[in-house]
């Protein structure tokens, strides 16, 4: 079994592979104050509720890949392999590790860790030229070539950092759910903040792909867009470019990462 865990700013997502097949998954909150040996309880109490794992942490898994937006949370997780899987092989995304992507940016070590595993995935499942968009904390737009290389992206506000500044920026505004409501034109407060929201992004990510994707190919009916993150399902039936939705393309790009790399190790 093949552990991966993706760190983003917001939530930390987990994943369970069987060869190449997802067969467990945990969302969990991102903490940077929890220290590795709170990380290592959570651990064991989530994956101690898996029929193909042990009840001792460790037990049953192979290999454990980790990427992570957070770096204090990086260091954490990195005392975890250390202590607790110590004879699991553990692939760390960072500087050096190999993924088979080429990054074409002017700095390529200010790119996410994240954002270059989802464009390992992207390439590995659609080829390119492709544009993924991920709708976490941030919304990113991140384009790989025909040839499979990272060329850029885009880093727009991500929605439930949006629904937060209405509500504390706008007097007579609160936090809402982010639910489509029933109509476009809201008959309510809610509403009326839940449209601009859900058919605001919706626009957000029509205009935005459509502008690299004229970019990136002299076809732009050639570029698949693939939609990844926990709230790209809000949005997904309001968007016109949006081709495939692969809820966990990051930790598919994780999966492939380890397996590029642990023959190295």
């Not at 110590?86 to 860790?113: C, H, M, S, W, Y």
């Not at 936090?175 to 839940?194: C, D, F, L, W, Y």
């Not at 058919?199 to 990844?228: K, N």
């Amino acid at each position: 079994m093949l552990l991966t865990i993706d760190v983003g700013n917001t939530h930390t997502v987990l994943g369970l592979f069987d060869g190449d097949d997802i067969v467990e998954h945990w969302r969990i909150s991102t903490d940077a104050r929890r220290t590795a040996d709170e990380l290592a309880v959570l651990l064991q109490g989530l994956m101690g509720m898996h029929p193909l794992l042990g009840d001792e942490l460790g037990d049953g898994i192979d290999g454990i890949a980790i990427c992570a937006t957070v770096p204090s949370v990086l260091h954490e997780l990195r005392e975890v392999t250390r202590r607790y899987y110590g004879d699991v092989p553990a692939v760390l995304v960072e500087p050096g590790v190999k993924t088979g992507v080429p990054i074409l940016t002017d700095n390529p070590k200010e790119v996410g860790a994240d954002r270059i595993i989802n464009a390992v995935a992207a390439v590995e499942l659609y080829g390119g030229p492709a544009i993924v968009v991920d709708f976490g904390t941030a919304t990113t737009f991140d384009a790989v070539s025909a040839r499979g290389e990272y060329v850029g992206g885009v880093i727009a506000p991500g929605i439930e950092i949006s629904v937060e500044a209405l509500g504390v920026r706008g007097a007579q505004l609160r936090k809402i759910e982010v639910a489509r409501p029933r109509s476009v034109i809201g008959k309510n407060t809610v509403e009326a903040m839940q449209s601009g929201i859900i058919y605001g992004f919706a626009g957000q990510v029509d205009g935005v792909v459509s502008r690299m994707a004229r970019e990136l190919a002299e076809d732009p009916d050639d570029v698949t867009v693939i939609a990844t993150g926990g709230l790209a399902p809000m949005v997904l039936g309001e968007s016109s470019v949006i081709d495939e939705h692969e809820p966990w393309l990051t930790l598919v790009g994780l999966r492939l990462v380890y397996e590029r790399n642990v023959s190295r190790m």
